[in-house]
Protein backbone atom coordinates (compact mmCIF):
# COMPACT_ATOMS: atom_id res chain seq x y z
CA UNK A 1 0.00 0.00 0.00
CA UNK A 2 1.19 3.36 -1.03
CA UNK A 3 0.56 7.15 -0.74
CA UNK A 4 0.90 8.94 -4.25
CA UNK A 5 1.40 12.90 -3.37
CA UNK A 6 2.35 14.13 -6.63
CA UNK A 7 5.29 12.47 -8.07
CA UNK A 8 5.75 11.44 -4.42
CA UNK A 9 5.89 7.99 -3.39
CA UNK A 10 5.13 7.42 0.72
CA UNK A 11 5.14 3.79 1.90
CA UNK A 12 2.23 2.57 3.72
CA UNK A 13 2.50 -1.10 4.34
CA UNK A 14 3.08 -4.55 2.13
CA UNK A 15 2.43 -8.28 2.97
CA UNK A 16 1.67 -11.19 1.54
CA UNK A 17 -1.37 -13.59 2.16
CA UNK A 18 -0.55 -17.07 2.01
CA UNK A 19 -4.01 -19.41 2.89
CA UNK A 20 -2.36 -22.72 3.90
CA UNK A 21 -1.94 -25.40 0.84
CA UNK A 22 -4.00 -28.11 2.90
CA UNK A 23 -6.76 -26.07 3.15
CA UNK A 24 -9.48 -26.95 -0.05
CA UNK A 25 -9.59 -24.26 -2.28
CA UNK A 26 -12.98 -22.40 -1.29
CA UNK A 27 -10.95 -21.88 2.20
CA UNK A 28 -7.97 -20.81 0.21
CA UNK A 29 -10.22 -18.32 -1.34
CA UNK A 30 -12.08 -17.04 2.10
CA UNK A 31 -8.74 -16.47 3.38
CA UNK A 32 -7.67 -14.05 0.93
CA UNK A 33 -11.40 -12.35 0.58
CA UNK A 34 -10.78 -11.84 4.55
CA UNK A 35 -7.58 -10.47 4.68
CA UNK A 36 -8.51 -8.12 2.10
CA UNK A 37 -11.29 -6.85 4.01
CA UNK A 38 -9.70 -6.49 6.83
CA UNK A 39 -6.53 -4.43 4.94
CA UNK A 40 -9.70 -2.20 3.67
CA UNK A 41 -11.02 -1.62 7.38
CA UNK A 42 -7.30 -0.79 8.73
CA UNK A 43 -6.17 1.06 6.44
CA UNK A 44 -8.77 2.65 4.73
CA UNK A 45 -7.69 3.19 1.06
CA UNK A 46 -9.40 5.30 -1.86
CA UNK A 47 -8.72 3.11 -4.38
CA UNK A 48 -7.50 -0.41 -5.23
CA UNK A 49 -5.29 -2.20 -7.96
CA UNK A 50 -4.69 -5.67 -9.24
CA UNK A 51 -2.58 -7.52 -11.42
CA UNK A 52 -4.81 -8.66 -14.62
CA UNK A 53 -4.60 -12.88 -15.62
CA UNK A 54 -2.42 -14.23 -17.48
CA UNK A 55 -2.43 -17.11 -19.31
CA UNK A 56 -0.73 -20.08 -18.36
CA UNK A 57 -0.26 -23.47 -20.21
CA UNK A 58 -2.14 -25.15 -17.46
CA UNK A 59 -5.88 -24.01 -17.94
CA UNK A 60 -6.65 -25.32 -14.55
CA UNK A 61 -3.92 -22.80 -13.00
CA UNK A 62 -5.07 -20.11 -14.84
CA UNK A 63 -9.10 -20.43 -13.50
CA UNK A 64 -7.76 -21.21 -9.91
CA UNK A 65 -5.18 -17.69 -10.45
CA UNK A 66 -9.03 -16.07 -11.65
CA UNK A 67 -10.65 -17.47 -8.75
CA UNK A 68 -7.99 -15.72 -6.43
CA UNK A 69 -8.12 -12.13 -8.00
CA UNK A 70 -12.03 -12.57 -7.72
CA UNK A 71 -11.58 -13.23 -3.92
CA UNK A 72 -9.32 -9.99 -3.94
CA UNK A 73 -11.36 -7.55 -6.15
CA UNK A 74 -14.51 -8.40 -4.04
CA UNK A 75 -13.79 -6.51 -0.77
CA UNK A 76 -12.44 -2.78 -2.50
CA UNK A 77 -15.58 -3.13 -4.89
CA UNK A 78 -18.08 -4.07 -1.72
CA UNK A 79 -16.29 -1.49 0.20
CA UNK A 80 -17.02 1.55 -3.03
CA UNK A 81 -13.75 1.46 -4.02
CA UNK A 82 -12.78 1.60 -7.23
CA UNK A 83 -10.49 -1.13 -8.46
CA UNK A 84 -8.61 -0.89 -11.38
CA UNK A 85 -6.70 -3.63 -13.30
CA UNK A 86 -3.31 -3.64 -15.31
CA UNK A 87 -0.86 -6.08 -17.76
CA UNK A 88 2.31 -7.56 -16.03
CA UNK A 89 4.17 -5.78 -18.87
CA UNK A 90 2.59 -2.49 -18.32
CA UNK A 91 3.45 -2.70 -13.91
CA UNK A 92 6.84 -3.75 -15.09
CA UNK A 93 7.63 -0.52 -17.76
CA UNK A 94 5.84 1.48 -14.96
CA UNK A 95 8.41 0.34 -12.19
CA UNK A 96 11.40 -0.66 -14.25
CA UNK A 97 11.16 1.01 -17.50
CA UNK A 98 10.51 -2.10 -19.84
CA UNK A 99 7.77 -4.53 -19.90
CA UNK A 100 10.54 -7.11 -20.04
CA UNK A 101 12.08 -6.83 -16.46
CA UNK A 102 12.24 -10.05 -14.30
CA UNK A 103 11.35 -9.90 -10.82
CA UNK A 104 14.39 -9.20 -9.24
CA UNK A 105 14.50 -6.12 -11.38
CA UNK A 106 11.37 -5.12 -9.93
CA UNK A 107 12.34 -6.14 -6.14
CA UNK A 108 15.22 -3.84 -7.00
CA UNK A 109 13.27 -0.66 -8.24
CA UNK A 110 10.88 -1.72 -5.56
CA UNK A 111 13.83 -0.67 -2.54
CA UNK A 112 14.82 2.07 -4.73
CA UNK A 113 11.29 3.82 -5.08
CA UNK A 114 9.80 3.26 -1.44
CA UNK A 115 12.96 2.72 0.88
CA UNK A 116 10.77 2.43 3.96
CA UNK A 117 9.48 -0.70 2.37
CA UNK A 118 12.78 -2.34 2.97
CA UNK A 119 13.59 -5.37 0.92
CA UNK A 120 10.09 -6.82 0.94
CA UNK A 121 9.48 -10.41 -0.87
CA UNK A 122 9.28 -10.62 -4.66
CA UNK A 123 5.24 -11.34 -3.91
CA UNK A 124 5.35 -8.10 -2.02
CA UNK A 125 7.39 -6.24 -4.83
CA UNK A 126 5.29 -7.22 -7.21
CA UNK A 127 2.26 -6.13 -5.70
CA UNK A 128 3.85 -2.43 -4.75
CA UNK A 129 4.50 -2.02 -8.02
CA UNK A 130 1.10 -2.67 -9.24
CA UNK A 131 0.03 0.42 -6.59
CA UNK A 132 3.46 2.23 -8.30
CA UNK A 133 1.86 1.28 -11.53
CA UNK A 134 -2.00 2.60 -10.65
CA UNK A 135 -0.53 6.00 -9.04
CA UNK A 136 1.59 6.70 -12.15
CA UNK A 137 -2.01 6.16 -14.31
CA UNK A 138 -3.79 8.12 -12.40
CA UNK A 139 -1.48 10.85 -12.64
CA UNK A 140 -1.19 10.42 -16.32
CA UNK A 141 -5.16 10.27 -16.29
CA UNK A 142 -5.26 13.77 -14.44
CA UNK A 143 -2.78 15.02 -16.88
CA UNK A 144 -4.71 14.13 -19.94
CA UNK A 145 -7.90 15.38 -17.97
CA UNK A 146 -6.38 18.92 -17.14
CA UNK A 147 -5.09 19.44 -21.53
Known sequence: ?????GSR???IAHGV????ERLPLAGRLLVLFEAVEEIITTHRPD???????????????TLKLGHARAAV?????????????YAAKMVKRAV?????ADKRQVAF??????PLAGAPTAD????????????????????????
Do not use: C, K, W
Open 73 to 85: MIPPARAGLPVSE
Open 96 to 100: VGTGA
Open 109 to 114: MIARLL
Open 17 to 20: IEPQ
Open 1 to 5: MIVAD
Open 47 to 61: EAAVEETFMTANGSS
Open 124 to 147: AADALAVAIAHAHARTARRLGDAA
Open 9 to 11: LVH
